[in-house]
Nanobody, 122 residues
């Protein structure tokens, strides 16, 4: 099972940017579908972006299209989420996750990181 550790969260003003990173352990990183999900207080966990084994395969939630970009570096077992034009409604804990299904859903991910908090002030 892959171990995942997120970093890069923080407090940012609306309109700002952040780059979240997820470091993965294990030699089979390239075989995983990787995703970023978020959970705001009182809300269900939401899949915001995912990238397949083929980096050309990506999916985004409608609410983040054009603002979020997911990428992966298989050589260094990293996955990233570039977040631009942040909005207060983007405030949530962001989780990195790994799975095998494509297209993915929140329940299809088998391994999860502990999450990193993103807070956007208006």
């Amino acid at each position: 099972q892959v171990q995942l550790v997120e970093s890069g969260g923080g407090l940012v003003q609306a309109g700002g940017s952040l780059r979240l990173a997820c470091a993965a352990s294990g030699r089979t990183f390239s075989s995983y579908v990787m995703g970023w999900l978020r959970q705001a207080p009182g809300k269900e966990r939401e899949l915001v972006a995912a990238i397949g084994r083929n980096v050309a395969n990506t999916v985004y939630a409608d609410s983040v299209k054009g603002r979020f970009t997911i990428s992966r570096d298989n050589a260094n077992t990293r996955v990233y989420l570039q977040i631009n034009s942040l909005k207060p409604e983007d405030t949530a804990v962001y989780f990195c996750a790994a799975g095998f299904m494509w297209p993915p859903s929140p329940s299809s991910f088998a391994s999860w990181g502990q999450g990193t908090q993103v807070t956007v002030s208006s």
